[in-house]
């Protein structure tokens, strides 16, 4: 990924972390009951509901001091999909 500007979230992740990963997306098939196992296990998910993502797609994110300092997305697409 390249930043459009320096003070966006890509941006940032490179000053601060230089080089690296900085986000993975999982395909899944129920976000709404992942989500929900997630949180009983103590993991922060960002979005109380899913948000609509890509191509229609019900997206969520995991935060990355739980996941090991990855931005996880969590993508469920469309049935069409």
């Keep these: ?3 459009l500007h ?3 979230p890509i941006g940032k992740f490179l000053d601060t972390k ?6 993975l997306a999982y ?4 976000i709404d009951a992942l989500t929900d196992q997630l949180r009983a296990a103590g993991v922060r998910v960002l979005y ?3 948000r609509i993502g ?3 797609s019900r997206i969520n994110f995991l935060h990355p ?5 990855v931005l996880i997305e969590l993508v469920q697409p469309t ?3």
């Design 54 to 56: 890509t191509a229609n």
């Design 48 to 50: 109380d509901e899913p």
């Design 27 to 30: 395909r899944v098939t129920d």
């Design 6 to 8: 320096a003070s966006s």
């Design 65 to 69: 001091k739980d996941t090991g300092g």
């Design 1 to 3: 990924m390249s930043p």
């Design 79 to 81: 049935e069409s999909h």
């Design 18 to 23: 230089g080089p690296g990963l900085q986000q």
